[in-house]
């Protein structure tokens, strides 16, 4: 899925460039196009506000957006494609290193709290 943004407030254009960095593209290649103004005879338009014939309400999480934007697509593309990735085959994960990460980050917290402890008590 692609998706541009056309918002006039720069909070909501900046947050929407973060939420959907990996979907941007132009206005003339999008399949969506976001805006924070009401919108005429532009089906792939996406209209967020705070008014009840908004398609997404603000505020809004990164979940919400990216729900809507899926029905949003499916309404106008059907099933051929989904907002999320396309699966990978299973891999198996190695996760040694981030056990030996929180087995660090444990015995350090468990330093920090015993100084704690042993400064407080040597006073």
């Known amino acids: 899925m692609k ?3 056309e ?5 909501l254009q900046k947050s929407l460039e973060i939420f959907l960095s990996k979907y941007l593209t132009s206005a003339k290649k999008s399949d969506i196009i976001i ?15 705070n008014t009840e014939e ?8 990164k979940a919400q957006l990216v729900l809507a934007l899926e029905k949003k697509y499916k309404e106008l593309y059907g099933e051929k494609e989904s907002v999320t990735q396309p ?13 030996k990460r929180i087995a ?19 006073n």
Do not use: G, H, M, W
Request: with cysteine; net charge negative; proline share 6%.
């Open 35 to 49: 805006r924070d103004e009401p919108c005429l005879n532009d089906k792939r338009c996406f209209y967020v506000a």
């Open 104 to 122: 660090s980050l444990t015995q350090e917290y468990e330093q920090n709290i015993l100084r704690a402890v042993k400064a407080f008590y040597e």
């Open 3 to 5: 998706v541009a943004l």
């Open 7 to 11: 918002c006039q407030s720069p909070l």
């Open 87 to 99: 699966e990978k085959p299973q891999e198996r994960l190695d996760f040694s290193i981030l056990e």
């Open 54 to 61: 908004a398609d997404l309400l603000k505020p809004f999480s």
